[in-house]
T-cell receptor, first 112, second 114 residues
């Protein structure tokens, strides 16, 4: 099927690490993405990973990719209240017009 | 990264009318995309717009309802025709970045149909 699946909600304490998980279905996906959507705003590209990589780190963000399990995760270190948002996982399928398939989004709530 | 702007940012429209949404990119891009995000939902691709050719629509979306223009490499419009309350959504424009491995989004147009 076309599904990209994410858990819908995550609550963390400020200063802790957040881990948002995503599973996808197409083993031919070329790139996988994490987008952030704050209330009333559009989508901000946070980071992405090429399918032949297994890890990518960018400041507080770490992306892990397990191709065998088709599992992608986003770890946010030292989570801050400004990280509260909806996080979307997306995959880009090989071929076609570089269409992105999005998950339902994970709402991250950061509390003191 | 590509900087993308959309107009209008939001609108309230009457049933049966049409609204045209504009999308402007700050650099020339080959492909532009239009997505819909229904309330509390994820994003669904409506169509892909290449300059100089007709838009390619996804299953469930048709040109008569969502006509798209792509007159040049930095601009596109999406029209939502004969609107009904079910068309109330956020409509987002996106474009590939340089190198085409990234895709950037505009801020979205929030549409409410009464």
């Amino acid at each position: 099927g076309e599904d990209v699946e994410q858990s819908l909600f995550l609550s963390v304490r400020e200063g802790d690490s957040s881990v948002i998980n995503c599973t996808y279905t197409d083993s031919s996906s070329t790139y996988l993405y994490w987008y952030k959507q704050e209330p009333g705003a559009g989508l901000q590209l946070l980071t992405y990973i090429f399918s032949n990589m297994d890890m990518k780190q960018d400041q507080r963000l770490t992306v892990l990719l397990n191709k065998m399990d088709k599992h992608l995760s986003l770890r946010i270190a030292d989570t801050q209240t400004g990280d509260s948002a909806i996080y979307f996982c997306a995959e880009r399928r090989r071929g076609g017009y570089n269409k992105l398939i999005f998950g339902a989004g994970t709402r991250l709530a950061v509390h003191p | 990264s590509a900087v993308i702007s959309q107009k209008p940012s939001r609108d309230i429209c009457q049933r049966g009318t049409s609204l045209t949404i504009q999308c402007q990119v700050d650099s020339q891009v080959t492909m532009m995309f239009w997505y819909r995000q229904q309330p509390g939902q994820s994003l669904t691709l409506i169509a892909t717009a290449n300059q100089g050719s007709e838009a390619t629509y996804e299953s469930g979306f048709v040109i008569d309802k969502f006509p798209i223009s792509r007159p040049n490499l930095t601009f596109s419009t999406l029209t939502v025709s004969n609107m009904s309350p079910e068309d109330s959504s956020i409509y987002l424009c996106s474009a590939d970045g340089q190198g085409r491995e990234t895709q950037y989004f505009g801020p979205g147009t929030r549409l409410l149909v009464l």
